[in-house]
């Protein structure tokens, strides 16, 4: 009789640690999946900030290409105002800017001829 209840008493912990080995595979499985949607949220916040840092660059640079236009337009109309006023100096001066530009030719042409 009580190899009978020693008996019946391990079968029914046998039982039972069967319902917690598939409790604990039940974890485990709800764990995979926790996991899985984890990875899977982190990896779409990195693709968020990615696209966040490239829509900033792109922004930047548009900024950056706007203030060089902006530079370069500056500079265009600061030297179409200077040849104006040359060409003005010329018409006024012809002489004068004659004799500058002989002036400046002979400068130049001693300085390529080598002579020191």
Known sequence: MAE?????????SDKSHEAELKDLYAMLDVLKADMKELTRTVGEVGKAE????????????????????????ALRTQAEDYGRATGQYVRENPTA?????????????FMLSGRR
């Open 50 to 73: 990615a696209n966040r840092a490239v829509d900033t660059a792109k922004a930047k640079g548009k900024e950056v290409k706007a203030a060089g236009e902006e530079q370069v337009d």
């Open 97 to 109: 800017a004659l004799g500058i530009a002989a002036g400046l030719g002979l400068l130049v042409g």
């Open 4 to 12: 009978a209840a020693a008996l019946k008493t391990t079968k029914s």
